[in-house]
């Protein structure tokens, strides 16, 4: 039988900046970890939680969303499998309780690792501060990115760039994707997301079904983005 360090050991190769650390806290820590199968729709993280362990995301997605008071969702950011999970880094570090929300989209497989180990890793091992370090300023890209586009660029504009994003990504005309959904997403309501996604069905650039959205026009839908950028 495989000893849970072995196990944790053999996800974490998943994070090439990692598996090549031979300091001695590194290796305590990995010995320390524990493994964690994540159904589909579990939510990970609630905004008001402690913060007790650094988390290392093996595969599947999880999504990392801010919550208004009036109970409006938007989207942050997307973990993937091989990343730092920066949302428990972030709150390690400064010693707080989550002010986030995380929910797993799909099945997820995480490598969990106590918040002592953590920080004496972060102490010891300069190769470790390095990969967090790193970590962190990709994320802050992807932070600003979106701060530029809320503060900057109209919905309409981020809808069109997002829904071409999607249909690149998902290599189909067909994209299985409620208003609700993308409303959500983009930290408005759903009948403003409606009403622009019938805007863009009625020049050609979608066809709206249940469920479900097809692009109809890429140069439509791209001209929409260019347009209304300028």
């Not at 001695?24 to 939510?43: E, F, K, L, Q």
């Not at 997820?108 to 010891?124: D, N």
């Not at 005309?173 to 408005?188: C, D, M, S």
Request: charge should be positive; include cysteine.
């Amino acid at each position: 039988m495989r000893s849970s360090a072995d196990s944790v050991v053999e996800r974490l190769a998943a994070f090439p900046t990692l598996s090549g650390i031979e300091d001695s806290s590194w290796r305590d820590a990995m010995r320390s970890g524990r493994c964690m199968d994540i159904p589909a729709g579990t939510v990970m993280v609630r905004k008001g939680q402690p913060c007790l362990d650094f988390v290392l995301v093996v595969s599947g997605t999880i999504r990392v969303y801010e919550t208004g008071e009036n109970g409006r969702e938007i989207l942050l950011y997307r973990l993937y499998g091989g990343e730092i999970c920066v949302l428990t880094l972030t709150h390690l570090l400064q010693g707080v309780a989550y002010t986030a929300c995380a929910v797993a989209e799909n099945d997820v497989s995480v490598v969990s690792i106590p918040l002592s180990q953590f920080q004496r890793t972060l102490a010891e091992s300069e190769t470790f501060r390095t990969a967090v370090l790193f970590a962190l300023a990709r994320r802050l890209s992807d932070v600003m990115q979106l701060v530029e586009q809320v503060a900057f660029h109209s919905l309409d504009l981020r809808l069109a760039c997002m829904l071409g994003q999607r249909f690149e990504a998902g290599g189909s005309p067909r994209l299985k994707i409620t208003h609700q959904e993308l409303a959500r997403e983009l930290g408005t309501t759903r009948e403003v997301l409606s009403r622009l996604l019938k805007s863009f069905e009625h020049r050609g650039c979608i066809r709206l079904f249940r469920g479900q959205i097809e692009l109809v026009s890429p140069a439509a839908l791209g001209s929409w983005s260019v347009r209304r950028s300028v």
